[in-house]
């Protein structure tokens, strides 16, 4: 039997990429009319730290700074102009230490 698009995106490095920029988005539209920057933040993260679990630590660096270009750009600033000021460099670390964090403790090279 061959693994289905859901299966294979599931797993692969490719679709958790594309799940953390466009689930990303998907949070920020859909948390934009509440107005509240922290709650749309917040579920960005969490779904950025969800798609690191199982992945290596480049790939989870990786899909760290999607997940931040989405925090910069979408909710830290609007409409995706980036800003790179001490926040955003702030907000970039500790994405970076969370997300490695977790693939260091459930990624690939632990099992």
């Given amino acids: 039997m061959q693994p289905t698009l859901l299966r ?17 988005l998907a949070i920020i539209d ?10 749309a933040g917040a579920l960005v993260a969490v779904l950025v ?4 679990v199982g992945q290596s630590v480049p790939a989870a660096a ?7 270009l989405v ?3 979408f909710v ?7 800003g790179f000021g001490p926040t955003s460099w702030g907000i970039l ?6 997300v ?3 693939a260091m403790r459930t990624g690939i090279d632990k099992r």
């Fill in 76 to 82: 830290q600033h609007q409409y995706g102009q980036l």
């Fill in 93 to 98: 670390v500790a994405v970076l230490v969370v």
């Fill in 30 to 39: 859909v948390t934009r009319p509440t107005g509240s920057r922290l709650l």
């Fill in 100 to 102: 490695v964090t977790v």
């Fill in 8 to 24: 294979w995106s599931g797993r692969s490095f490719a679709g958790r990429l594309f799940l953390s920029l466009w689930g990303g």
């Fill in 62 to 68: 990786a899909i760290a700074t999607t997940g931040w």
């Fill in 71 to 73: 925090l910069d750009g």
């Fill in 49 to 52: 730290g969800c798609c690191a």
